[in-house]
T-cell receptor
Framework: EAQVTQNPRYLITVTGKKLTVTCSQN?????MSWYRQDPGLGLRQIYY???????DKGDVPEGYKVSRKEKRNFPLILESPSPNQTSLYFC?????????????????FGNGTRLTVT | QQQVKQSPQSLIVQKGGISIINCAYE??????FPWYQQFPGKGPALLIA?????SEKKEGRFTISFNKSAKQFSLHIMDSQPGDSATYFC????????????FGSGTRLSIRP
């Protein structure tokens, strides 16, 4: 089954304790991205990657790191989490080019990670 | 700045009624306008999408109306059902690029039985 898998689904941590949220996709997509979802703000892009070893900042990158060492994996790292990073996080993947989208979504989302930082 | 403005923030509709969610955009370079549907505990999933060369696209009970001159587009759900209760996001993309998709703020839709 084609899917994007995030782990963990729920995470409660304390300020300053480093954490990693994993994301893996099995669709051979070049593009992967992280979003955070907050009430009234929609989905905001944190970081994205166009391919292995190629990453770039999205709209809200402060306090986050990413790496793309393999095509299928795109972990999100919070080196020193703070309470304002409490949010619902989504990983997504896609083919890069619109010619490959067809009638399908350009973005396939995971089921989310709910992070609480106290 | 918010490049895609979505309204209303929440919407309650009686079963069988028409649900309408509106979005407006600023960047005339946007060339792909998808709508995503999100159920609790799940990630967003594509519902329907339109490109600016057409004014309307219909898939079953779901229709996108697109007004290029007004820079507005809307989602209409006909004969709304309780199973349609979800959060809906409009979005817009520039250069038909996945990396350049901008999302609206979302609408929480509740369909009353």
């Amino acid at each position: 089954e084609a899917q994007v898998t995030q782990n963990p689904r729920y995470l409660i941590t304390v300020t300053g304790k480093k954490l990693t949220v994993t994301c893996s996709q099995n669709m051979n997509h070049e593009y992967m991205s992280w979003y955070r979802q907050d009430p009234g703000l929609g989905l905001r892009q944190i970081y994205y990657s166009m391919n292995v070893e190629v990453t770039d900042k999205g709209d809200v990158p402060e306090g986050y790191k990413v790496s793309r060492k393999e095509k299928r994996n795109f972990p999100l790292i919070l080196e020193s989490p703070s309470p304002n990073q409490t949010s619902l996080y989504f990983c997504a993947s896609s083919f890069v080019g619109a010619q490959d989208w067809g009638d399908n979504s350009p973005l396939h989302f995971g089921n989310g990670t709910r992070l609480t930082v106290t | 700045q918010q490049q895609v403005k979505q309204s209303p923030q929440s919407l309650i509709v009686q079963k069988g009624g028409i649900s309408i969610i509106n979005c407006a955009y600023e960047n005339t370079a946007f060339d792909y306008f998808p709508w995503y549907q999100q159920f609790p505990g799940k990630g967003p999933a594509l519902l329907i999408a339109i490109r600016p060369d057409v004014s309307e696209k219909k898939e079953g009970r779901f229709t996108i109306s697109f007004n290029k001159s007004a820079k507005q587009f809307s989602l209409h759900i006909m004969d709304s059902q309780p199973g349609d209760s979800a959060t809906y996001f409009c979005a817009a993309s520039r250069d038909s690029s996945a990396s350049k998709i901008i999302f609206g703020s979302g609408t929480r839709l509740s369909i009353r039985p």
